[in-house]
């Protein structure tokens, strides 16, 4: 099977972790080098979605995709994202947030199996809570956008409940994979070596 089209969505302000959530320090290296790595673990073709480009690291050497600017919130890096996917041609668009640096290797594997040809959208799911960030996409799905954001809603997470996903369960338990930092306490707790 072709690997996927992996998008980190980074398009984020970052307000509680002080700005520039991307760019924190996790060990030695960033949040969004973090993704960048793990998302290669799954992928060559690998991009980033930002609200604008500057977000990106000049040093990066991956694709960046621009979010759609009348979107507001991750939603915003998937449509842009589903568009992109569709127009090369992709079978399959795996996304990842910048901020869960612990994601399990085999999120890819778990979520492609759960995925049937009729589905539209598997999404990861730990400790009872939708992870929609971290979620295993066709690209057809950019087919229902334009109806939900009619609805006046913006959540991903109803996005992928428009697209009838399926959930692919984890345990939380001892350390859930899929905790992300929106603060610097939050960052502290998931750095290497903390317990």
Known sequence: MTPPRVVILAGGEGRRM???KAGQRYGEITLLDRAVELARGW?????????VPAQVPAGLAVDTLLDRADIEGPLAGLAAALAQARARGCDLLLTLPCDAPRLPADLLARLQAALRPEM?????TSGGRRHPT?????PAAHELLAAYLATGRRSLTGFAEACAAVEVAWPDRPDDPFANANTPQEL?????GAS
Do not use: K, N
């Not at 502290?188 to 290497?192: D, E, F, S």
């Open 18 to 20: 002080g700005g520039d």
């Open 43 to 51: 992928s060559t073709d690998v991009a980033v979605a930002v609200r």
């Open 120 to 124: 539209l959208c598997a999404v990861a």
């Open 134 to 138: 971290c979620a295993l996409w066709r």
């Open 188 to 192: 502290a707790r998931l750095q290497p």
